[in-house]
């Protein structure tokens, strides 16, 4: 049984140093949680000062825990962020790219439909290694109020939780699943992701 239970942590010990450097960052405060998002709102203000008739794409990742950002989770976010401004490189006005210990934001502003972005969007999400780790947000302003269009408003359900198929906003609320397991589901997700797109 000792025998088994050495072969079983030399088998995991990979892993578990890979899994240990995609959350290799700093932690993050819900202070500083709270100053960050006030700096993306003011800076999505900005964004809109330039076209306010844009439609403005929003792109963060999807990363409980106190640990948003490391060398690893910036290299997959780069690597996502590079697919999406290609993708809309026609429609594209303006980029912004922010990087801290809160996590990895950037901002497209675009001239489409902000409801056909949407669609486009959760397209991407559903067709995408990391669809699931991706917040993809649609914002436009209508006079002074910037608002954001949600999946359910135009026909579409909310989105799934990583681990099971209930509503993921429903998941977090009653913390149904450990920080551990869902740290685990995306270190394998960008593990493989990484190796797959490593050329």
């Not at 699931?132 to 989105?159: A, M």
């Amino acid at each position: 049984m000792q025998l088994l239970n050495i072969e079983m942590a030399q088998l995991l010990t990979p892993f578990a140093m890979s899994n240990n450097q995609v959350f290799d960052g700093e932690s993050v405060t819900l202070l500083e949680m709270l100053h960050a998002r006030e700096e993306r709102q003011e800076l999505q203000r900005n964004i809109f000062l330039k076209a306010p008739q844009g439609t403005l794409l929003s792109i963060t990742m999807n990363i409980p825990g106190e640990i948003k950002n490391s060398k690893i989770l910036k290299r997959v976010f780069e690597c996502e962020l590079n697919n999406l401004k290609s993708k809309f490189s026609k429609e594209t006005i303006l980029t912004r790219f922010v990087s801290n210990k809160a996590g990895n934001e950037a901002y497209i502003l675009l001239s489409i439909n902000p409801v056909l972005l949407k669609k486009r969007l959760i397209k991407y999400e559903e067709e995408s290694q990391l669809g699931r780790l991706l917040d993809l947000d649609v914002h436009y302003k209508n006079k002074e109020n910037i608002f954001q269009i949600s999946r359910t408003e135009i026909g579409y359900p909310p989105r799934k939780c990583f681990l099971c198929d209930n509503i993921a906003k429903e998941c977090g609320r009653s913390r149904s699943h450990s920080l551990d397991d869902i740290r685990l589901y995306i270190s394998k997700k960008v593990l493989k992701y990484l190796e797959e797109n490593s050329n």
